[in-house]
């Protein structure tokens, strides 16, 4: 447990090399890559969203394609397709760029509902299926989505199908004063060329690290009770699923183990759950009207729930 977090540890410092002032925001995507989990990160150009995860990337020794979503680009541009070859009489599978370790799908929501939709099964199953022939993805397989939130013309919303295959949605914001000043004077970031400092095999072992990560059954009940409390919202149209449950769960375990514990507490649960369930709920048209945020909700949630013992938590 303690080789795992050094390494979570050298792979947020490095991407820090190139990433100023956003310690909890790598943090973040560490996390969901310590659990296999996908990405999306969600606001306004140039606060560093590719450059995030294209250091990520960079920092484990895998394969890793980018892919720039456009509305004329099709399914088969990312999955691969099958050629014919005369002189043999057969058709040959040529891969396409998500059969790679790390994919990252630059601003997703230009790409066309038909071409979105196949990366359903790729993003939960792991797998690329193509002229009735399945192929399994490398491991250990991460889709980072990038997309802008503000502009939407030229742009196809993402359904909540696609949505909810996303393990955590997080945004990066403005970086602070002093923080862009380092970023003006010391140009960081913008020539620097990482190293990797983990490999995939590394990334294994950890995902098999953080799934021994113990969870009191207090907790689990917790993280229940907070879902349901999404379900039953007066403002909500849609709730929380179970598979938000399971998300935030794994999500809990890895950042443990992040922060050197072999246990979850109540805590990990409320840090974690408004990047796990705020894009997996809807919120119906009074909420809206009256300007409510599903960040809203959440916290009216929060609070009408008793967080169980830190003692209860322990081993």
């Known amino acids: ?71 004329d680009i099709l399914p088969s541009d990312i999955t691969g397709f099958s050629v014919f070859n005369p002189k043999d009489g057969v058709f040959t599978f040529r891969p396409g ?96 060329r990482l190293t990797p400092v983990a490999t995939a095999a590394d990334l294994l072992r950890i995902r098999k690290t953080a799934e021994q990560v113990r969870v009191d059954e207090s907790v689990a009940r917790y993280i229940v009770a907070v879902i349901t409390g999404t379900r039953r919202h007066p403002g909500v149209e849609l709730g929380v699923s179970p598979r938000g449950s399971l998300a935030l769960l794994q999500l809990a375990r890895a950042y443990a183990l992040l922060r050197g514990r072999g246990y979850v507490v109540p805590d990990d649960v ?16 009074a909420a809206r009207l009256d300007g409510r945020t599903t960040q809203d909700v959440l916290d009216e949630v929060f609070a009408g729930i008793p967080a169980p013992s830190l003692v209860q938590s322990r081993p």
């Open 270 to 285: 409320r840090t974690l759950a408004p990047h796990a369930l705020c894009h997996r709920i809807r919120l119906n048209g």
């Open 1 to 71: 447990m303690e080789d795992a977090q050094r390494i979570l540890e050298r792979i947020i410092e490095n991407v820090e090399n190139v990433i100023v002032g956003k310690r909890d925001a790598i943090e973040l995507v560490v996390t969901a890559l310590a659990c296999g989990g996908h990405v999306l990160l969600e606001d306004i150009p140039g606060v560093g969203k590719t450059r995030l995860a294209s250091a990520l990337a960079a920092s484990v020794d895998c394969d890793f394609r980018r892919i720039q979503f456009t509305p």
């Open 97 to 192: 760029p998500v059969i790679s370790h790390f994919v990252l799908a630059d601003e997703i929501n230009r790409a066309s509902p038909k071409t979105q939709a196949g990366l359903l099964e790729i993003m939960e199953e792991n797998q690329v299926t193509v002229d009735s022939q399945t192929y399994p993805l490398p491991q250990p397989f991460m889709v980072l989505a990038t997309q802008n939130p503000i502009e939407f013309v030229g742009t196809y919303p993402l359904p909540e199908a696609q949505i909810d295959r996303f393990l955590i949605r997080i945004s990066l914001g403005y970086p602070a004063f002093e923080e862009e000043v380092r970023i003006l004077l010391d140009g960081k970031g913008q020539k620097t």
